[in-house]
């Protein structure tokens, strides 16, 4: 039977949208159904064998519509296996090293007893909304950090971890 997925994100400039597509793209050449929607969107999660819930990192707080999709399906995600992942670092450090989660996703790791967190580097270019942001562009610090290839790798080697072992809560 295929798994079906759900990879939810939270973005304000698109950066995590795009993590989030490539995770999905990756799962589906591993055989798996994947759904790749904004996590505001998303009304139910009882139809997927697994989820995996990502947000961008503005100022050490994960994006706030990841932490509501977090809190919303709290009850029904503790029965399914879930991964979580970030986006942020403006410099090629998530690449470099493992990144700790931040605070509230560290929260979010143990209320949902999550498998595991990755936080994989970001993108900030011209246009992008919001005054800080413009500001850090203007100052020459932007830029697309984002590593598909270990966005992909990381979503494959996801693919093929078990999930039956999750207990109905």
């Known amino acids: 039977m295929t798994q079906r997925v759900l990879v ?3 973005t304000r400039n698109g950066s995590t949208a795009g993590i989030a597509e490539a995770i999905g793209d990756a799962l589906r050449a591993q055989g798996m159904e994947a759904q790749v929607r904004p996590a505001a969107e998303v009304e139910d999660v009882t139809s997927y064998d697994l989820v995996v819930v990502g ?5 050490g707080r994960w994006h706030v519509d990841a932490v509501r999709f977090a809190r919303r399906h709290r009850s029904e995600l ?3 296996a879930v991964w979580l992942f970030s986006s942020g670092p403006l410099d090629p ?4 090293r493992d990144i700790p989660p931040v605070r ?9 007893d999550a498998r595991e967190h990755r936080t994989f580097g970001g993108r900030l270019e011209k246009g992008a909304r919001g005054r800080m942001a413009r500001t850090i562009v203007e100052s020459g610090r932007g830029g697309d950090f984002r590593d598909f290839d270990a ?3 990381w979503a494959t080697a996801l693919a093929a971890k078990p999930v039956a072992a999750v207990p109905l809560r």
């Open 151 to 153: 966005i992909s790798a």
């Open 104 to 112: 509230g996703v560290r929260r979010a790791m143990i209320r949902l």
């Open 55 to 59: 947000g961008a990192l503005y100022m």
């Open 78 to 80: 503790l029965n399914r």
């Open 8 to 10: 939810a994100y939270g």
């Open 93 to 96: 450090s998530a690449g470099e």
